[in-house]
């Protein structure tokens, strides 16, 4: 935008309308071509009836979905944005009005729909529309179906503003259309041409006033007159499949704010004046129902773009580059949560924000520069904008932990590697699903940031979380658990499980969170049938525990996600690799590393370059994670990668082994 167009932006009254810098063009090819290619299906699905013997089963949708597009036609004609030429606008008008509803003329329904644009929203005698937007629920269908009944009756109460010619026209093609329904009868085709003609034009019309008049304008109190923003809406969510079925009816707001953008061009003019818009408060509501407010929309919008600019989901999320990487960020903030944990807020550069992005369940490992040690730890914000921040909780003769506890101050610097994981859910802002998480202590940081991120980006699904700890006072996020908990009561469910003393809300379970319990949970309270995803974290005896049981629940086993932080102990598993030739792909470049039996592929890796991405040792945070590009290799443990993982070829480093003589893996890809 030129400092011109800023200036004028700036002194423009809020009241103002939007430039949409959208011309009516001199021929709009896209609905020309949406006539042809209509009046090509049209006589294709009528000779394969009459001349082939189709079944009417199968031609009637197809007449029905004719007369729905040649409707998007006719409804450009009478806004004259097919055309800066007002007679194509007239003639293609004329042409679609027959496949539309045969007994009307184009100013017939040029007169009732301006009147809708002018009156939206008010009594039924000046919104003909309101037909198909009043009234009780049980009674919407039979409106839908006969909208034209009403626009008749409408007319006639008008007749006396209309001109002669107007009248005449119109009246002389009802007279035609009774004549031709009266030879059809006479010459015995009239059920042929209910087949062809009237049936589908009723289902259309049907369709037509449910899509066209009561999605955008239902529930909308607020008339045009009063303020247009407010008196229609767009519809977000789902747009590979609503704006082609809709025929970008969507974002049906533009239209009453500019009539004369050709339909094709709704979303252009969206995304270009989109502040405009919603500095004007502008209706917004998702694919599923649900209405936003501007900035609900806004979060909506911002995630949608960090989805969109992360790609495929074979890649690291949270950072564009290749792999993970260590970097220095100061500490920002301190914040004690209970007697022994701490959450740290780092200051993130603006040169490292897109390395620092995250997606919620993520995970960052923190670098000792003392004595090398590495520790992770999940990121506890929401991935909606919020700052990176960790929680950390003091163990008794815990190296880094003491370190935080007793000498870290803000303003300090450490080490943390760029987010890895890939524990939680992959986002859909159009989503409707029921997420459940059972946590224990620490185990809460990545779930808090899974359910923060999961009420704001999908508004139409719910959360319930089991949460389990030792008393009220060593509840960890205790107080942000209860604001999240207030702000969205609706949709969130919080079932705190206290084991060493009694509790006193509202939910009735106490004691550690093992077998016994978590059935009575969800016999009682949250039954699994309910529930689309799991989500585990904390201690690995509440982890195995919870999935046993939801196992024996016959809860499918891919929808339960489950993140450790301390692997169990394990007696040392026989050496089941044999020497070869590992080849580490990292930043583009290659190396060849010899491997003795028994060694892991990160060991090899870690000898020629120092700076490949590892963490726990483990098997647990994924961090390490590397595609199998040749050869083959046995993991001892496997906490981190999900069957699609797997499937896909990816292996955990630090727990491959190779059993091939020659295997080759990418850290890049």
């Known amino acids: 935008m030129t400092s011109a167009d800023a200036a004028a932006r700036a002194v423009t009254p809020r009241t103002a309308l939007p430039d949409p810098v959208e011309p009516v063009p001199a021929l709009a090819g896209p609905t020309v071509g949406l006539f042809a290619g209509s009046l090509v299906v049209w006589g294709l699905a009528t000779w394969a009836l009459l001349g082939l013997g189709v079944s009417p089963w199968l031609t009637i949708p197809v007449h029905a979905a004719v007369s729905f597009m040649m409707f998007t036609v006719l409804h450009d004609a009478v806004h004259y944005s097919i055309s800066r030429r007002r007679w194509v606008n007239a003639v293609l008008g004329r042409l679609t009005v027959p496949f539309v509803v045969p007994y009307a003329s184009a100013p017939l329904f040029g007169f009732i729909h301006i009147e809708h644009h002018r009156n939206t929203n008010e009594e ?98 607020v008339t045009q007159r009063e303020n247009r923003y407010r008196a229609t809406r767009i519809r977000v969510g789902m747009e590979w499949l609503l704006t082609p079925v809709l025929l970008y009816q969507n974002y049906h707001l533009v239209h009453h704010l500019h009539p004369s953008i050709p339909f094709y061009r709704y979303i252009a003019a969206w995304k270009r004046n989109e502040e405009a818009y919603l500095e ?18 806004r979060t909506w919008r911002e995630l949608d773009s960090a989805l969109a600019r992360v790609g495929p989901v074979t890649r690291p999320r949270g950072s564009s580059a290749s792999h993970a990487e260590f970097h220095r960020l100061p500490v920002a903030a301190l914040d004690r949560l209970t ?11 603006d040169r490292l924000a897109e390395r620092f992005r995250f997606e919620a369940g993520q995970h960052v490992t923190v670098r000792s520069e003392a004595n090398g040690v590495r520790r992770n730890y999940s990121i506890c914000a929401p991935a909606t904008g919020g700052p990176l921040r960790i929680a950390v909780k003091r163990i008794p003769g815990g190296v880094f932990s003491s370190y935080v506890a007793e000498r870290l101050a803000v303003g300090d610097e450490l080490e943390l590697m760029t987010p890895t994981g890939r524990f939680g859910p992959a986002l859909d802002p159009a989503g409707r ?21 999961a009420l704001e980006v999908e508004p139409d699904s719910r959360c319930t979380l089991v949460y389990g700890n030792r008393t009220r006072h060593s509840t960890m996020f205790r107080e942000e658990l209860a604001a999240l908990e207030s702000r969205f009561s609706d949709r969130l469910e919080i079932l705190h499980v206290l084991s060493r003393e009694p509790h006193r809300g509202a939910s009735p379970y106490t004691g550690r969170i093992d077998q016994a ?59 089941v690799g044999v020497a070869s030739s590992v080849t580490v792909r990292l930043d583009g470049r290659e190396d060849v590393v010899e491997l003795a039996a028994g060694q892991s592929v990160l060991d090899g890796a870690l000898s020629v370059r120092p700076d490949a991405p590892y963490a726990c040792m483990g098997g647990a945070c994924g961090t390490c994670r590397a595609k199998l590009v040749r050869g083959t290799v046995a993991m001892e443990h496997n ?20 059993t091939s003589a020659e295997v080759t893996i990418d850290y890049d890809d």
């Open 124 to 221: 039924l005698d000046s919104d003909p529309d309101a037909w198909a937007t009043d009234g009780p629920w049980w009674q919407l269908p039979f409106r839908w179906l006969t909208i034209d009944f009403w626009y008749a009756c409408f007319y006639l109460k008008h007749l006396g503003r209309r001109s002669g010619r107007e009248i005449a026209e119109t009246a002389g093609i009802v007279l035609l259309f009774l004549a031709g329904v009266t030879v059809a009868a006479l010459t015995g085709t009239l059920w042929t041409v209910a087949l062809v003609y009237l049936i589908p034009s009723r289902i259309a019309l049907g369709v037509l006033a449910w899509w066209f008049d009561w999605l955008p304008h239902h529930g909308l109190e």
């Open 280 to 297: 004007r408060d502008a209706a917004i509501m998702t694919a599923f129902g649900r209405e936003l407010t501007t900035e609900e929309y």
């Open 339 to 349: 007697e022994d944990s701490l959450a740290i807020t780092f200051d993130v550069p």
């Open 433 to 453: 699903r029921h997420y459940a998480a059972v946590a224990a202590g620490s185990g809460i940081t990545p779930i808090l940031s899974i359910l923060a991120t």
């Open 517 to 575: 319990l978590l059935g009575r949970l969800l016999a009682e309270r949250l039954a699994p049938a309910d529930v689309d995803e799991w989500y585990l974290c904390g201690p690995s005896g509440l982890v195995e525990d919870a999935r046993r049981t939801l196992l024996a629940h016959r809860v499918d086993a891919e929808r339960v996600h489950a993140e450790l932080f301390h692997v169990p102990a394990s007696a040392p598993a026989e050496d």
């Open 639 to 658: 906490f981190a990668l999900g069957r699609a993982d797997l499937d896909a070829g990816y292996v955990l480093t630090c727990q491959a082994q190779p």
